[in-house]
């Protein structure tokens, strides 16, 4: 009859069967090494994209004792409409280096919420305009509510160098509000505004003789014009006397008609003729 034999090999066992009149023997199986891995298989398809979700919102709400009072997409707003400005002589005309005050600035608080109490209102010193530093503390201010700005601001237009090309002189100042609060400016409210410079009395018109002989007179007209609103001159309530300066070439001598006192044309043989 059959005999059975055990194999072991890896920790496992088995039996085998083995014929009659054969020998008894036991088998060992020893383990081989591991195969190479495989290579990675193709990347899949990208799936579908999904599907968008609403749009957010923003919404403002101001708290009392944990509960909302008021409720808006859109916070407090500081809107500047409109403000004043003269020169120190206010005479319409702005001058360099002449002092400007501003009054009555006005501004609206077109947001959803209302503006707290505590925004500042300023006038930033520009490259044109240095301002004092004053500032004003502003109140609540209601939904849709506007408020005038009690006080006035002053600062002075700097000095600016005289005109490089001949004809009246003609500068810019620029001023603009800043109404902050906790150092952070509302950009509605930056009203920017630009003041043209110049004098009071300008001078339109100069004419003379192109040319001039040896002892020759000539006359030089000069055309001024007031473009203020106030008089200039030796009267009362004017904004001052009007000084006209000439100066002429070292070879020409003033004969004024109305000069005191009165100067004559002479010759002099030391100063050779000109063309001009």
Request: glycine share 10%; with cysteine; net charge negative.
């Amino acid at each position: 009859m059959p005999a059975r034999a055990s194999v072991l090999g890896m920790g496992l066992s088995t039996h085998l069967d083995i014929e009659q009149n054969s020998t008894l023997f036991n088998l060992f199986l020893l383990a081989g090494s591991s195969g190479r891995s495989g290579c990675d298989g193709p990347n899949g398809c990208d799936g579908n994209d999904g599907q968008p979700s609403e749009n957010g919102s923003v919404l403002w709400m101001v708290l009392s004792h944990g509960q909302p009072v008021f409720r808006s997409p859109t916070r407090f707003d500081a809107d500047v409409t409109d403000y004043s400005t003269v020169s120190a002589i206010d005479d319409g005309i702005f001058e360099p280096n002449e002092r400007i005050t501003i009054s009555n600035l006005v501004f609206n608080n077109d947001g959803g919420l209302p503006l707290p109490s505590g925004a500042e209102v300023i006038f930033p010193t520009t490259k044109t305009v240095n301002f004092e530093p004053t500032r004003f503390t502003l109140p609540e201010v209601p939904v849709g509510g506007s408020f005038t700005v009690p006080i006035t601001f002053s600062g002075r237009i700097f000095d600016q160098p005289p005109p490089n090309a001949p004809g009246p002189f003609k500068g810019k100042a620029v001023i603009c509000p800043r109404i902050e609060t906790l150092g952070r400016p509302f950009k509605r409210a930056e009203l920017q505004r630009s003041l043209t410079v110049q004098y009071p009395i300008q001078i339109n018109k100069i004419s003379g003789p192109a040319h001039l002989g040896r002892g020759e007179l000539g006359h030089l007209d000069i055309a001024i014009t007031n473009i203020s609103t106030m008089d200039y001159g030796d009267v009362a309530g004017s904004g001052g006397q009007v000084w006209i300066k000439t100066r002429l070439d070292s070879r020409l001598l003033p004969r004024g008609r109305d000069i005191h006192p009165q100067y004559t044309i002479s010759f002099d043989p030391n100063i050779p003729d000109s063309l001009h």
